[in-house]
Every structure is written in structure tokens, then in C-alpha cells.
């Protein structure tokens, strides 16, 4: 199991726990990209964070480009054990790209959430903080992030109940 950084709620993990994943693909990559020149080895990741406790589902988000270059990445993600959740590439008037799951990711958790205890979120962005305060609040969830720590929003961090930070150990979870 990933060593966990700081646990506001030291709750004992245990293999009972029912554990939910949502991986936002763009983020993660972006950050192994920026910050290590690397790509994320997300099946080790995934290993390492559920660690001994049951998985109910692991969703990853991806954007689908018009060179389909993403496709042996889809692929190897399936057979790493998630759900290929994907959507095109929105190209606007003027060249601006958009890219972004973070609504889906949000409502995917939600509807998972009566049948977990606990949800992953592996990205470090801070658009994820009113998603965790809900799933604290009103379904009464553990909720940990899995990220880089360096491109993490600090108030994510500290909206969490386990940050665990892929940067402490980067050899283990990337491929160079």
C-alpha cells in the first residue's frame, strides 16, 4: 500500500472496505508529463492505493482525439482494470481545445457512492474539493486523493481524508 502522507481520520484500512476510483487521466498525465517527463503506470497506482480492501469499480476518464493516437493507452487501461469512460476532443473556432471530465467524474462518484466507503480520486485538482465535501457530508464517505503532491491544490490536500503523494516514491508509479 502507497504510505500515506497525512490521515485526518486515522481509520484502520481494512479489506471489508468497499473502494471506489476516479481517475482523472488528463490531470495525472500532465503532471508525470510536466513535472517527471514520464507516464503514469496506472495499474500500479491503482494496486497501491486500493491495496488489500475490495474494489467495486475504477473509472478513468479519457479524451478521445481525432488521431485515435490514445488507443493502445485505452487498451492497456481495460486490461489494467478500469472503466473507459471516454469523450472527443472539443476543438473550438479559433484553435481553443477543451478537455475536461470533471463533471462526469463528479456525478459517476455520486452514483457510487451508496455502494462504497470509500472513494479514490486521483488527480490533484481543486476543482474536486466541493464533490469531496459532499461525499463527506451526505453519504458520510472516507475520501482519499492520489496524486502528485507538487501539482496538487494544497486545499485539496487539506479537504481530504488520506493524500497520498505519487512524488515521494515517482520511480515506482511512472515509466520513464
Request: glycine letters at 8%; proline letters at 2%.
Amino acid at each position: 500500500m502507497l504510505e500515506k502522507k497525512r490521515q485526518k481520520n486515522p481509520e484502520i484500512t481494512s479489506q471489508h472496505q468497499r473502494v471506489g476510483v476516479f481517475v482523472d487521466a488528463q490531470n495525472m498525465y500532465h503532471s508525470a508529463k510536466n513535472l517527471y517527463h514520464a507516464k503514469v503506470n496506472f495499474k500500479k497506482v491503482l494496486e497501491s492505493a486500493v491495496g488489500k480492501r475490495r474494489l467495486i469499480r475504477a473509472f478513468i476518464y479519457v479524451i478521445r482525439t481525432e488521431s485515435g493516437e490514445e488507443k493502445a493507452f485505452v487498451e492497456a487501461l481495460e486490461k489494467g482494470g478500469f472503466e473507459i469512460k471516454e469523450k472527443d476532443l472539443q476543438i473550438f473556432p479559433g484553435g481553443m481545445k477543451k478537455a475536461d471530465w470533471d463533471v462526469g467524474l463528479a456525478i459517476d462518484a455520486v452514483i457510487l457512492a451508496d455502494k462504497i466507503d470509500v472513494a479514490i480520486i486521483m488527480s490533484g485538482d481543486g476543482d474536486f474539493i466541493p464533490l469531496v465535501e459532499y461525499l463527506h457530508i451526505s453519504k458520510g464517505l472516507k475520501v482519499e486523493v492520489v496524486s502528485f503532491g507538487r501539482s496538487t491544490s494544497a486545499k485539496l490536500k487539506e479537504a481530504v481524508d488520506v493524500f497520498t503523494d505519487l512524488g515521494d516514491d515517482p520511480k515506482k508509479f511512472l515509466i520513464y
